[in-house]
């Protein structure tokens, strides 16, 4: 099939227009079959694009190297383009829509000569699932067209369920560098300068517009502009949730199972959390996904998740048999790999990986490389972003219910962030409120890779959205609390915890060993929603007795007395720098329900002093 075949007439014009102003050499339907994949990978790598891995070690593996510059998501280009700024918020940049298509059509106008222009028709969520969007992208990138193959559900079948005239979100990609006649990229990674890439949503009119970087977020539309961005302004107008959150089934060993989302900051490892191995004798614990949650309300009351992606787009460093031993296998084949280390004979390698570098290798930059380890300023070999993008179906750990079209019924949502101090390793929310209290204030510490901020500070945000909102976060506070207000019934409510996995001791020491031992603070959750977890009450929340989770190998009496207790001082601090830090950016727009939380839990912090 090709794109003459398009039966949809909206579709079809749609193409014909952008490729009238972009002036493509030529149109290919992206139609999702294998041999199409195939073919593009091996296109890509004779022309110097790409490496293909060894099939020995990785078979249906390649590895891309990326401009220097196009190395994440930007931030700073990412626009919400509303038609009033009010509606995009305080934490959103903001330009008005007619004149930022303006300027993108002018970008636009000729970026695709000497460029094939691809036509990718996806799917977000199981195909034909109530929950799932279709999206169609054109991009002049078969890099994006192939990680969208492992990403999304792509092809045919989707523009079978659009028909003639069925609904998707455009999305518009470019990477911004037309050719000259005659002019190659000579196998480099083709971008735009830094001002001049754009990320822009449109969510009058639900469009996305992406101009001149090729990577991750920025490229791969239904991801973060379209599964979150977007999505959340749908679901505030449809009554639904689009979340920023893992999806995980865990199972005990009488065999009852329980679904778990769960939202996390940059850095808590949330993809190592959604692959877990769990410690504990006799539980399991399975993969639905690992980076995002639609939700919506079944007929029977609960609240329903859907991963509405096909893939895993991983951070590799310390990815390793340690950390993550599921994504490792999972990325194992039919993977691409971006910007990692490539080894002599064809394999790849990060830093983290859990084993030296084998000798020579040709690090992220095309230069070669050996480790020295004597050498404390030697540059990695893998940039710190560096990517895997791997089909969730090859996850060891993925559960049975990962792509049923109704969705898993969710029992209880996490919030998280990295906290050295003051944040206990697990406490729950009394009510749904008092829970989007909780992701309201989710904060992180900053990690020595952002260099913006001294590191050792906490950085708030709020159910790992901050990036991800498609409109004024305070009204996505107030969504939060009217999903709850409006719920069939209350008591089917998923419960709601805040957990901690990065406590440390006075001296800079780990309190907690963290990954499979996590299992333990999963079981307590578990074990809350069956009602059989023995708890107590404190003026932060509900948490678990001191006996009520066993203690794993080297963590002490006292160190759990130390992860559980309830620092008074520290959490008068963190209410003092919530209500003058963080609050007031939200104005007007703050929930007042959340502004009363926040007196609640300091009269109950005074009140226990
Ligand atoms: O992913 C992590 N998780 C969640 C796992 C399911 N990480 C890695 C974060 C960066 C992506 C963690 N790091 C976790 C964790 O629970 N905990 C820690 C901190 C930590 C690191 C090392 C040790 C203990 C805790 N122990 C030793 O190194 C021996
Ligand atoms: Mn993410």
């Not at 460029?115 to 699932?129: A, C, E, K, V």
């Not at 079948?157 to 190659?184: M, W």
């Not at 709850?484 to 915890?497: R, T, V, Y």
Request: with cysteine.
């Amino acid at each position: 099939m090709n794109v003459n075949d398009i039966k949809h007439a909206g579709l079809k014009k749609w193409i014909e227009d952008f490729a009238a102003l972009t002036n493509p050499d030529e149109i290919i339907l992206a139609d999702g079959s294998s041999a199409q994949y195939d073919e593009l990978i091996d296109q890509q790598v004779a022309a110097g694009y790409a490496t293909r891995l060894n099939p020995a070690k990785k078979p249906g593996c390649v590895a891309y190297n990326s401009d220097p510059s196009d190395v994440a998501r930007v931030e700073k280009r990412t626009y919400i383009s509303s038609v009033k700024q009010e509606d995009a918020g305080p934490t959103n940049n903001w330009m008005d829509p007619t004149q930022l298509k303006k300027e993108m059509t002018d970008l636009y106008r000729g970026c695709m000569k000497g460029r094939t222009m691809y036509i990718i028709p996806f799917s977000m969520g199981p195909l034909g699932s109530p929950i799932s969007k279709i999206g169609v992208e054109i991009t002049d990138s078969a890099y994006v067209v192939a990680n969208m193959m492992i990403m999304t559900r792509v092809g045919v079948k989707v523009l079978e369920l659009l028909g003639t005239d069925g609904y998707y979100v455009p999305c518009y990609h470019s990477v911004g560098k037309p050719l000259a006649e005659g002019e190659s990229d000579n196998g480099k990674w083709p971008c735009a300068a830094m001002e001049h890439k754009y990320i822009s949503h449109f969510p009058e009119t639900r469009e996305i517009w992406s101009y001149g970087s090729g990577y991750g977020g920025n490229a791969l539309l239904g991801k973060k502009c379209l599964a979150l961005r977007i999505a959340t302004v749908l679901a505030r107008d449809e009554g639904w949730l689009a979340e920023h959150m893992l999806i995980l089934k865990i199972t005990s060993p009488e065999g009852k199972s329980r679904f778990v989302t769960g939202a996390f900051p940059s850095a808590c490892g949330k993809t190592n959390l959604a692959m877990l191995i769990p410690t504990i004798p006799g539980w399991k614990v399975e993969t639905v996904g690992d980076d995002i949650a639609w939700m919506k309300f079944g007929s029977d009351g609960q609240l329903y998740a859907i991963n509405p992606e096909a893939g895993f787009f991983g951070v590799a460093p310390g990815t390793s048999d340690d950390s993550n031993r599921n994504a490792l296998i999972a990325a194992s084949s039919n993977t691409i790999f971006t910007n990692v280390g490539v080894t002599e004979d064809k394999d790849i390698w990060w830093e983290g990986i859990g084993y030296d570098a084998p000798g020579k290798l040709i690090d992220w930059n095309d230069n070669e490389w050996v480790q020295d380890k004597t050498d404390k300023t030697q540059k990695p070999a893998a940039h710190p972003n560096a990517r895997f993008t791997a089909p969730a179906v090859q996850c060891p750990s993925i559960a049975a219910e990962w792509e049923d079209p109704k969705g898993v019924p969710v029992s209880a949502i996490l919030f998280g962030g990295r906290r050295p101090k003051t944040i206990p390793l697990v406490h729950q929310s009394h009510d749904w409120a008092h829970g989007v209290f909780l992701g309201s204030i989710v904060g992180s510490e900053v990690t020595a890779a952002a260099l913006d901020v001294k590191a050792g500070t906490i950085r708030r945000d709020p159910f790992a959205m901050l990036p991800f909102c498609g409109y004024n976060m305070g009204d996505y506070f107030q969504h939060w609390l009217d999903v709850g207000h409006a719920a069939p019934d209350a008591e089917k409510l998923p419960k709601i915890f805040y957990v901690n996995w990065f406590r440390k001791t006075a001296e800079g020491k780990w309190l907690w060993p963290g990954y499979g031992e996590n299992s333990r603070v999963l079981k307590w959750v578990f074990e809350r929603c069956e009602g059989t977890a023995k708890f107590v009450d404190t003026p932060i929340g509900i948490m678990p007795t001191i006996d009520a989770i066993d203690r794993p190998e080297g963590v002490t009496e006292e160190d759990m007395k130390e992860l559980l207790a309830v620092d008074l001082d520290g959490w008068i601090n963190e209410v003092e720098d919530i209500r003058t830090n963080h609050y007031p950016k939200f104005g007007n727009h703050l929930p007042k329900e959340l502004a009363v939380f926040l007196d609640t839990l300091e009269s109950n912090l005074k009140a226990a002093k």
